[in-house]
């Protein structure tokens, strides 16, 4: 028995369905992301689990308690909201303590949990000040703290970074990590950024449309995409899909990633003029326009100097690509 | 930064049209104010002249204060509207609360109905009110007014509370629900404060036409010892006569308890403590 069980979780709003038939498991101590397009319904999702929002059909369980009528409080969860929501009229302390306060803690045991938390995130000299007079990033370890605080069974977090800058987003993804570690505390984690996902998740679930596309570990679905979706969405830049009957294939669509594309000035598969060029250092990404094939994207490691409007040709690694259906289902080699 | 965005000639140009406002407004209330305080021949003969040591006369404030109960009638004025004012934020703010919160069936068609009120003048219902007034025994009492207020003032304070809660940050509400908050505590000590500005603005917009009303006390609450301010100024203005000493220096001691009000909540329009609690 898992700390969370979904079992045909919906939701509909009036004749919109958001959620279609939700099953999922998460196990003690996992780090699970749940990610996807926005409008995917991750984020109603993570708001049945907290009980925010009710399942319209199908039954959530917390440590194996089913909690579909269970109150948000009673579900020994805490949440983290991507625009903070730190109660403006109570100081940091105050926030941090205010749902053990709630659950009738002695006066004593709250401060020393404050106390405990405010020092995993050094926020102790902040412990007296109003949210007001907070930066960003303060504040969003404020809610991480007010989370730990309560030590939940369950951590839930609605992109708790969206609102950061690049910076301080990198250096709170690996605040969260290391809290998850330290914590060995089971985390369900929303975002729409999949670079979060690959590197905070164990297992990451891919949601379309209110259905989960695909659910695996983040090499899985990096190496072993379920579909064109999951291969598009899993992966930066995105996966270029090529007509395969262009080249000869007997399936649809052919998925190479930008990384396992070769790219010469003299010969190769496919040939094309360069019509972007981004050279990020470590990385150069050149973007070829094909006549049979459109836009591909390359990935070449270190400094390569193309030019716009040079002709260059592209070869695929025929070992690292994927076949797909029309429907857009991916075809096992030999299956 | 202020000179990089507005020139002088601007900055002039819009202060002169605003004073000019502001004096075309305040004139009434000057020539009244400074009328109240001369003796009757003076007020006609020239009525835009400042009180001299000559026309100076209190005779309108002693009129007033010796003649009917005023303080009396003060008090009850200030009995309506203060009990008024709050049952219509109350009410208001918790309707517009559970409309802009809740999801349930017929939220819109609630919200419809609760507007009407707005475009339909709550007169128009006179000779009903007064009839159920009758038969639940109200007539000549406070409570008849300040039910009928309540009706009054609820409509546009469920629009414009409703809109402004709207606003308030859905995540600080999940966050008060998560860490075990009751509704009415989310309600109290998250939703009420961060509306604050909206409520003081309805508490003005509320405000003013219930302390300025002649209609209702009149018809509801006529007696004596129920009389508004209003109703008691009235005894002043006569069919043939009226003794404009006492009307003048009535309407200038009515100024004084709506400008305490407003001066209460227009401190609470400017105070905002919403920074930073969101983002």
Not at chain 1, 293 to 320: C, I, M, S
Request: with cysteine; charged share 15%; glycine share 8%.
């Amino acid at each position: 028995m898992g700390a969370l069980t979904l079992r045909g979780v919906t939701k509909s709003f009036g004749t919109v369905d958001v959620i279609k038939g939700v099953d999922l498991t998460v196990q003690e101590g996992e780090f699970c992301v749940f990610v996807g397009p926005s409008g995917c319904g991750k984020s109603t999702l993570l708001r049945i689990i907290a009980g925010l929002e009710d399942a319209t059909a199908g039954e959530v369980a917390i440590n194996g308690r089913r909690v579909n009528e269970v109150a948000p409080a009673r579900r020994e969860i805490a949440m983290v909201f991507q625009s903070y929501a730190l109660y403006p009229h109570l100081t940091v302390r105050d926030n941090m303590g205010l749902a053990l306060k709630q659950a009738g803690v002695a006066r004593a045991d709250i401060t020393a949990s404050v106390d405990r938390a405010a020092d995993m995130l050094a926020l102790g000299p902040l412990l007296d000040r109003r949210p007001a007079e907070l930066s960003g990033g303060q504040r969003q370890r404020v809610a991480i703290g007010r989370a730990i605080v309560r030590r939940p069974r369950l951590f839930l977090f609605d992109e708790p970074l969206s609102n950061l800058d690049a910076a301080l987003r990198v250096a709170t993804r690996i605040e969260i990590a290391r809290l998850h570690r330290q914590l060995g505390a089971t985390m369900i984690y929303v975002t729409h950024d999949q670079i979060e996902a690959m590197t905070l998740a164990d297992r990451i679930v891919v949601l379309r449309a209110g259905k989960v596309e695909q659910v695996g570990a983040p090499m899985e679905l990096y190496n072993n995409p379920a579909n064109t979706f999951v291969a598009g969405f899993i992966g930066s830049p995105q996966m270029n899909f090529l007509k395969a009957g262009a080249l000869g294939l007997r399936s649809d669509t052919l998925g190479v990633r930008p990384e396992h594309i070769a790219l010469s000035r003299d010969s190769g598969q496919i040939a094309g003029t360069v019509s972007h060029v981004e050279k990020l250092g470590g990385e150069t990404l050149v973007y070829v326009n094909t006549p049979a094939q459109g836009l591909l994207t390359v990935r070449l490691f270190g400094e390569h100097d193309y030019a716009v409007d040079e002709t260059a040709f592209l070869t695929l690694d025929p070992a690292r690509a994927f076949h797909f259906d029309a429907g857009g289902l991916r075809i096992r080699e030999g299956g | 930064m202020a000179q990089a965005r507005i020139s002088a000639g601007q900055s002039i140009a819009a202060h002169a049209v605003l004073i000019t406002y502001t004096l075309i407004a305040l004139f009434p209330v000057f020539v009244i104010l400074i009328n109240s305080f001369k003796s009757r021949k003076a007020i006609f003969a020239e009525p835009l002249a400042l009180p001299t040591r000559d026309t100076f006369d209190l005779i309108g404030y002693t009129t007033v204060l010796k003649q009917g109960d005023f303080f009396g009638y003060f008090q009850n004025s200030m009995i309506v509207t203060v009990a008024s004012l709050f049952f219509v934020l109350i009410f208001g703010a918790m309707a517009a609360f559970a409309l802009s919160e809740y999801r349930f069936r017929g939220n819109l068609l609630t919200g419809l109905y609760l507007a009407l009120g707005i475009m339909i003048p709550i007169r128009l219902g006179t000779v009903a009110i007064l009839e159920l007034m009758v038969a639940s025994g109200l007539v000549n009492t406070l409570m008849a007014l300040i039910l009928v207020y309540t009706a009054q003032g609820l409509p546009l304070a469920v629009f414009i509370l409703s809109e402004f809660m709207k606003q308030v940050s859905d995540d600080l509400k999940n966050a008060g629900r998560v860490d075990g908050l009751s509704e009415y505590t989310i309600f109290f000590r998250l939703v009420l404060p961060l509306v604050r500005p909206a409520m003081a603005t309805v508490a003005v917009f509320t405000m003013i036409p219930i302390w300025n009303d002649l209609w209702f006390p009149l018809i509801l609450a006529p007696a004596e010892s129920v009389k508004t301010i209003t109703l008691g100024s009235q005894v002043f203005i006569g069919q043939f006569v009226t003794n404009w000493n006492a009307v003048l220096a009535a309407l200038s001691l009515a100024i004084l308890p709506v400008l305490v009000l407003y001066l209460i909540f227009s401190r609470q329009l400017i105070r905002g403590i919403t920074a930073g609690a969101v983002k």
